[in-house]
């Protein structure tokens, strides 16, 4: 599998954020809780090398707690403050402004010997697409002032959004990188809907879903589809191990197309639907030491 998805305005999104990094003191970077490396762009700590970092961990209450736990060791390592976060519900949003005053304590005591007792924060917002920057910002501000939805490419043009005197937000469109070198990063964006669904089949898709929970959660497919999972015997194809266990998914759904033939078409896009709604238990499909 080789996903490729470039399109002209990421490559425009880009060059924004470089033209716009002199005019914010920080960068918060959204990725999701649950994939943290496949849901950040790499060219990111490129692009923003310099400008004190926030890292917030959204979707966290869909991710491993102890999963977390380590992301967010790992991500102090490399320097960066972090927060966790539930963009939905706003869980952790609320602390966005101390966290970030905390991460620029030096500077914001620089301004006050300045006399600039009033300047207001200013952090831009970035990450791939679909991972809730959008709603995140709606969230701080306590109104819809960035479009929110829940599929990739939404937000297009950058937005400032003022959410008090002591802090304005800069939005920014969501941007990937020209190509995904390693296989695991293009399924963990397609599993959590952070590239479009029609990038590869759906079938496939839920297929090597099936192994990836098998081998990290397989007490999740058996108690919310009632199949029997077996350890995947070694040299064995992930999407031939996957596939029977989507076949036993729908036979337990009882999902038949005429003829009575499975249909395994209707199970993966449920099994899909339902691991992206949190329907499937809480997961982190990567950790630091992977």
């Not at 990836?212 to 959660?217: E, G, H």
Request: aromatic fraction near 6%.
């Amino acid at each position: 599998m080789n996903i490729q998805w470039y399109p002209g305005h990421m490559t425009k999104t880009r060059r924004q954020i470089e033209a716009d990094l002199g005019q914010v003191d920080m960068v918060a970077e959204i990725i999701d809780a649950r994939i943290p490396i496949s849901s950040r762009n790499p060219d990111i700590d490129v692009i923003c090398a310099g400008k004190p970092r926030l890292v917030v961990l959204n979707r966290a209450d869909q991710a491993d707690r102890s999963g977390n736990e380590s992301w967010a060791r790992y991500f102090r390592g490399k320097g960066c403050a972090v927060l966790e976060t539930d963009a939905k519900t706003g869980k952790g949003v609320n602390q966005f402004s101390a966290a970030s005053r905390e991460l620029l304590k030096e500077q914001l005591e620089k301004w006050r010997l300045k006399g600039l007792v009033g300047r207001p924060i200013r952090a831009m917002i970035v990450g791939v697409p679909n991972v809730g920057k959008s709603t995140f910002i709606n969230q701080i501000a306590k109104r819809k002032s960035a479009k929110a939805g829940d599929r990739p490419g939404v937000t297009r043009g950058k937005q400032w959004v003022t959410v008090d005197q002591g802090l304005s937000l800069l939005d920014t469109p969501g941007i990937l990188w020209p190509k995904f070198e390693d296989e695991r990063v293009g399924l963990h964006l397609a599993y959590t809907g952070a590239v479009k669904d029609d990038i590869m089949d759906m079938e496939t898709l839920a297929c090597r879903l099936m192994d990836d929970l098998a081998q990290r959660y397989p007490e999740a497919l058996r108690e919310r589809y009632k199949v029997d999972v077996t350890l995947r015997e070694e040299g064995q194809d992930p999407v031939a191990y996957g596939y029977g266990l989507l076949q036993a998914a729908a036979a337990k759904r009882g999902f038949r197309i005429s003829g009575g033939e499975l249909d395994t078409e209707r199970m993966a896009r449920i099994l899909l639907d339902e691991l992206r709604a949190g329907k499937l238990g809480r997961f982190t499909l990567e950790l630091p030491e992977e």
